[in-house]
């Protein structure tokens, strides 16, 4: 067993919990399709790196507003570990505590500012 473990990434954590929960969320919309009337020349296997770059229509169509939503957010968090301002609140700027990010890692908000979005009184 290797006992000098680089850490290259030190959002390696927050990356891995992200992907999954994209994963997820990807999983269930194709569920859902195959349910219904999928054709077979979709292109499932890559769907999941269509969705990490950009969405297609008809996956925003699909989802529901809550699972749109969230992939939005996680993918502007992917945005924001390659732009090493993950962990930041995009709107005041002030570092997201540790355990909320370990809870929501694609939150673009601190707590403050998540109470504020929630009320409404965020734009
Ligand atoms: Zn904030």
Redesign the pocket.
């Given at each position: 067993m290797a006992k000098a473990k680089v850490k290259a990434n030190p959002y390696q954590a927050f990356e891995d919990a992200l992907r999954a929960k994209q994963r997820e969320l990807i999983e269930s919309y194709q569920r859902d399709k195959a349910a219904g009337n999928a054709s077979p020349d979709d292109g499932i296997q890559d769907l999941a790196d269509k969705a990490a770059s950009a969405y297609s229509k008809e996956l925003n169509f699909s989802l529901s507003d809550g699972e749109r939503t969230l992939l939005m957010q996680i993918e502007e968090a992917f945005n924001r570990i390659r732009e090493g301002t993950f962990g930041t609140?995009?709107?005041?700027?002030?570092l997201?505590g540790e355990k909320r990010l370990a809870a929501v890692p694609w939150t673009p908000?601190?707590?403050?500012?998540?109470e504020l979005q929630e009320k409404g009184m965020l734009s």
């Amino acid at each position: 067993m290797a006992k000098a473990k680089v850490k290259a990434n030190p959002y390696q954590a927050f990356e891995d919990a992200l992907r999954a929960k994209q994963r997820e969320l990807i999983e269930s919309y194709q569920r859902d399709k195959a349910a219904g009337n999928a054709s077979p020349d979709d292109g499932i296997q890559d769907l999941a790196d269509k969705a990490a770059s950009a969405y297609s229509k008809e996956l925003n169509f699909s989802l529901s507003d809550g699972e749109r939503t969230l992939l939005m957010q996680i993918e502007e968090a992917f945005n924001r570990i390659r732009e090493g301002t993950f962990g930041t609140c995009s709107n005041c700027g002030n570092l997201i505590g540790e355990k909320r990010l370990a809870a929501v890692p694609w939150t673009p908000f601190c707590i403050d500012c998540q109470e504020l979005q929630e009320k409404g009184m965020l734009s």
